[in-house]
């Protein structure tokens, strides 16, 4: 088994699309040999384009470090 998996959708699709369509956005299967790869995939994602997720997760939410 890899150490790590990421799938994601397409994130050109309007935000309606992807809620419509359900499923994950991002997997990530995290283990102590790729934490540096999270850290540099979270760094570089814009979480902020995220908006349709429900309202009632923390602001900081993609912000925290690991």
Do not use: H, W
């Not at 760094?43 to 009632?56: H, M, N, R, T």
């Amino acid at each position: 088994m890899k150490d790590y998996e990421v799938k994601m959708l397409e994130f050109t699709k309007p935000a309606g699309d992807l809620a419509a369509k359900g499923g994950c956005l991002v997997v990530v299967l995290i283990s102590q040999r790729n934490i540096k790869f999270f850290r540099k995939l979270s760094q570089s994602f814009d979480f902020q384009k995220l908006d349709f997720l429900p309202k009632v997760t923390p602001p900081d939410v993609g912000t925290q470090k690991l």
